[in-house]
């Protein structure tokens, strides 16, 4: 299920995402070196809780966004990022496909918790702004299958 | 030996309810919590002698029936009522809801009734079993909202002293 809710969740993702910032996928290699600013995404955890045998598997994933920034003028835009971020998969459920594109189930996310984990430098000129999305969700195989 | 000594546990359990159709329809309930609860009461008439328990005696009571509950995630309440193509679903057919053809088991003019099946698989594929109640009836149907899942709360009686219990 794994790969299933990544690769739904990145396809999403580069589908919906609109902010010119490139993404970080995990294993994919992206060239950040003179971005002013990026975004990482990762799915981090996925527990199961107990259930019957026969129940349609739900998983609990846990989603995790980050936003950088190096932005010389503009000190707010790891924040623009974030709010970017947060406004798309804030309560979005989204179609879980395998790799022929037939569904699978869905991915409910809910609603986002944001850090800022941004530190200071010693060099003013090279702050790079860090903030976090959380997101929990919940996967739900489709009862059908 | 066709006893095995592994505590048994939610995983193992699976929760089906018959109505009474000629071809009975059957309903598995996949999304419940797996908190399944029955009661069994025994009544007994305690006789005492002038207020002593040490010379009074003890006789059967009348019989009690069985109250039984669970509770299930709540996807959608109609199916069948609401289009024939769809499949049955659980608030459906506790309510026997207009279009949804669930048909009591007991006779006309008692009260609605339906059977549960509760089976409990063995982990070690020994000795499975299966825990019959017939005539269900509804006491209270409970909806509630929640963050994760909105859950429907069912608890009833079946109208028999104690469930049938069988090994399979």
Not at chain 1, 18 to 42: H, K, L, S, Y
Not at chain 2, 100 to 128: K, N
């Amino acid at each position: 299920m794994l790969q299933h809710i990544t690769r739904s969740l990145h396809s999403f993702w580069a589908a919906n995402f609109t902010v010119p910032v490139p993404t970080c996928f995990p294993g994919v290699p992206t060239r950040i070196d003179n971005a002013p600013a990026w975004i990482e995404i990762w799915v981090d955890a996925l527990g199961e809780p107990p259930r019957r045998r026969n129940s349609p598997e739900a998983t609990h994933v846990l989603i995790t966004i980050h936003a950088f920034s190096r932005h010389e003028q503009d000190k707010l835009q790891a924040q623009t990022l974030a709010d970017s971020a947060a406004e798309l998969l804030s309560q979005t459920t989204i179609p879980i496909l395998d790799e022929s594109q037939q569904p699978l189930g869905w991915l409910a996310i809910q609603e986002p918790q944001t850090r800022d984990l941004t530190r200071a430098s010693s060099d003013p000129g090279h702050l790079t702004q860090h903030l976090v999305l959380s997101l929990s969700a919940i996967a739900q195989r489709s009862t059908s299958l | 030996m066709a006893v095995t000594n592994i505590s048994r546990n939610l995983r193992d359990g699976e929760l089906v309810i018959k109505d009474g159709s000629t071809t009975p329809l059957v309903l598995t309930v996949v999304l419940d919590e797996g908190d399944l609860t029955w009661t069994e009461r025994q009544r007994t008439i305690e006789v005492k002698d002038r207020g002593s328990i040490l010379n009074g005696h003890t006789r059967k009571g009348d019989e009690e029936s069985i109250s039984i509950s669970f509770t299930a995630k709540w996807t959608q309440l109609l199916g069948l009522a609401a289009s024939p193509s769809d499949p049955l679903q659980l608030y459906e057919m506790l309510t026997f809801a207009d279009g949804s053809t669930v048909q009591s088991t007991s006779a006309a003019g008692e009260q609605d009734t339906l059977t549960f099946e509760f089976t409990v698989l063995d982990p070690a594929g020994v000795a499975s079993e299966r825990i019959v109640f017939p005539k269900v009836y509804r006491e209270t149907l409970t909806m509630s909202e929640d963050k994760e899942a909105n859950l429907i709360a069912f608890a009833g009686r079946a109208f028999v002293p104690q469930p049938t219990v069988t090994r399979l």
